[in-house]
């Protein structure tokens, strides 16, 4: 064979593996793949980002629900919409337990489930939608945009009885927060990253009044200390009423590296944003966010995109459901 015959082959040979390569990498280990819906609903990943605009223009909190649905769902065993589950004569829902308090607008999720299903009825799951509504609700609020894969199933039972388990509590120690998360994959930087999302949305006073009765956190900055006592002036609040504190007040509808600048001067509402800024583990990623908004983009997307990959169902498992909030019947 003609030595220039035999580079060409060779070359043939090597772009086809880059190639083979390329096509691979767009695809992960559990099954996910960028753009799963590009031949059996292309405009599924449009007609999601339409309906989380529009929503978001009418009702801007929906933004914190959808970014607080990755978390609450994908940790929690797996990312398949387990969440969104409604409780039925056999199981409590995962919604409805006291770990959820505070979590809303899921009706608005069944508005864009409907809007695809006019589009493409049966194919796009109510975990794909939890996700990518969370990941524009993230833009909607100034984040950064981060790509995320898809392909996921929804699964078919609530996970109620295994929460505690999975998700940390706000009062826990930071290696409780750290173990979790590393379960998952996500490292300490990429911790430090997701708590970021405590810089917009709102903390009920019932999460936080410890901290103010019977007597006052002295780690608290007195001038927030004020504002806290203010908006949450009862040692026991209803649970019912609506009295929070919101998060960041310099740019509460802004997700931006202004919380740990906040938690960094004594600001933070939880134990656990102050144990952030204070623990050695965490506190020198911290600074490093405090700094860099692009220190804490880079992490904070590599983070979402780990823990939305946590142990999906996939090919054959699961099911797609007809309505996000009840499984489908099987006879």
Not at 56 to 77: G, M, P, Q
Not at 190 to 195: N, P, T
Not at 262 to 277: C, P
């Amino acid at each position: 064979m003609a030595p220039k015959t035999l580079i060409f082959f060779a070359l043939f040979s090597l772009l086809a593996i880059v190639a083979l390569a390329d096509t691979e990498s767009t695809q992960s280990d559990s099954g996910l793949m960028l753009n799963f819906y590009k031949d059996t609903c292309p405009q599924a990943e449009d007609i999601i980002r339409e309906q989380v605009g529009l929503l978001y223009k009418r009702h801007k909190n929906t933004a914190f629900s959808w970014l607080r649905n990755i978390f609450h769902d994908c940790a929690v065993e797996s990312c398949d919409a387990s969440l969104l589950l409604d409780s039925t004569r056999r199981s409590l829902s995962e919604k409805e337990t006291d770990r959820s308090f505070g979590l809303r607008n899921f009706r608005y999720l069944e508005t864009i489930k409907e809007a695809l299903e006019r589009e493409c009825p049966g194919v796009v799951s109510c975990a794909d939608i939890l996700v990518l509504s969370g990941r524009d609700g993230i833009v909607a609020l100034g984040g950064p945009y981060i790509p995320l894969k898809t392909g996921r199933r929804d699964g078919r039972k609530s996970r109620a009885e295994i929460l505690e388990q999975y998700l940390p509590d706000h009062n826990e120690s930071m290696s409780v927060v750290l173990e979790r998360f590393k379960n998952m994959g996500i490292d300490t930087p990429g911790v430090v990253a997701l708590l970021g999302s405590h810089s917009v949305g709102r903390t009920h006073c019932v999460k936080l009044v410890h901290r103010l009765y019977p007597a006052v956190d002295p780690v608290l900055d007195p001038g927030h200390v004020e504002h806290m006592l203010h908006k949450c002036p009862d040692a026991i609040p209803d649970p019912k009423a609506v009295q929070y504190v919101r998060n960041d007040r310099g740019t509460p509808m802004k997700l931006d590296n202004n919380y740990y600048r906040n938690i960094l001067d004594n600001k933070g509402l939880l134990i656990v944003d102050h144990q952030l800024a204070n623990d050695k583990r965490t506190k020198p990623f911290v600074k490093k966010m405090a700094k860099s908004q692009d220190y804490f983009f880079k992490h904070f997307g590599r983070a979402v995109t780990i823990l939305t990959e946590n142990n999906p169902l996939t090919g054959t498992q699961g099911e797609i459901r007809k309505q996000c909030n009840v499984a489908n019947k099987h006879h």
